[in-house]
């Protein structure tokens, strides 16, 4: 009889082991905007997810759910992780103008200098200057492309004079306020919508990186891209993984160190790599498909430079009636990308 309770009380312990472990088993769907050939997803998402589950002994299953598969319209990605119809996602801040307003000092076109993995570090060395704008959402990392390139469906470019009249998608708000101050017209629109706006002619050209040339098949749809000196470039798009609060912190204590581990700095130095490295394969294809990348000449940039100035005043003075300080904080970012 006592080695009978005692078989009884061992299973019983066994299956109170197995349900906790079972408990602490967790999938994480991830949404996102663009195709599964995308950068994000090929070079970024997937290999990030793979880390984690292998980190985790298996723990932590990752479903990434690329295309806006699990529903709604890019704009909308913000709000699904904040109120938990997705787990993580990974979105444009300016695709919800207003809600990351510190964020957006890292678009400017005076600060962002061309490359990804310089103002990706830089983010991070001020972090708890922006830190604010994530309140409601768990950050894991916020990043930058390359920078905008200029791309268009025919002409040429040698001076601002050339886009004046031009209607350009933009990504974001500081950016139709670049291409206003360029005499220019912008248009905003999620970047998944960009090849049938050229195709049709509602746009004339985009403000983009060469990364999304591939995914997008850009280069079939525009003649001629434009860039600076040394590829200098036309401000940035600032880029963000998310995590629904609540299911960040339900995680077991163990799980949530897996995450943080391959989340902020280590997260955003492979970012910068990956956004830096993929340029030279859309420039490639815009070639080999019969385009032409042209460069602006040193003065050429500086004009273009000159009223981007513009956008930066601008934003300044429309922080004056926010809890910080924008002038202030234009400065800590430009000295963080240049010590980086």
Do not use: C
């Not at 990030?48 to 723990?59: K, L, Q, V």
């Amino acid at each position: 009889m006592g080695r009978i309770k005692t078989l009884l009380t061992t299973a019983s312990a066994l299956a109170v082991t197995a349900t906790a472990g079972l408990a602490q088993e967790v999938t994480l769907t991830v949404h996102h905007f663009l195709g599964p050939r995308a950068p994000v997803h090929a070079a970024l998402l997937e290999p990030w997810a793979e880390r984690i589950e292998a980190e985790s002994d298996g723990r932590i299953a990752i479903e990434i759910f690329p295309s806006m598969s699990m529903g709604g319209r890019p704009p909308e990605l913000y709000r699904q992780v904040r109120d938990g119809f997705a787990d993580i996602v990974w979105t444009l801040p300016g695709y919800t103008p207003g809600v990351f307003p510190r964020a957006e000092v890292f678009e400017l076109p005076s600060v962002h200098q061309g490359s990804a993995t310089q103002t990706n570090a830089a983010i991070q060395a001020i972090w708890e200057e922006i830190a604010a704008d994530f309140e409601d959402i768990h950050p894991l990392l916020l990043h930058v492309h390359a920078g905008n390139a200029i791309h268009l469906r025919g002409g040429t470019v040698a001076s601002v004079e050339d886009v004046q009249g031009l209607s350009l998608r933009t990504p974001s708000r500081t950016g139709a306020w670049m291409i206003e101050a360029w005499g220019a017209e912008p248009v905003g629109m999620p970047v998944p919508e960009l090849p049938q706006a050229l195709a049709r002619g509602v746009v004339d050209g985009a403000l983009v990186p060469f990364e999304v040339m591939p995914p997008l098949g850009l280069h079939e749809m525009t003649e001629v891209s434009v860039e600076g000196p040394e590829a200098s470039r036309f401000g940035t798009a600032t880029f963000l993984l998310a995590m629904n609060q609540e299911r960040y912190e339900e995680l077991p204590d163990d799980l949530r160190a897996i995450i943080d581990a391959n989340s902020g700095p280590a997260l955003a130095s492979i970012a910068g790599e990956v956004w830096d490295g993929i340029e030279d394969v859309g420039r490639n294809l815009q070639t080999e498909s019969g385009g032409e990348i042209l460069t602006l000449s040193p003065e050429a940039k500086a004009a273009f430079d000159g009223l981007g100035a513009e956008v930066e005043a601008r934003w300044i003075e429309e922080t004056a009636d926010r809890d910080f300080d924008g002038a202030a904080l234009v400065e800590a970012a430009r000295a963080a990308v240049a010590a980086n």
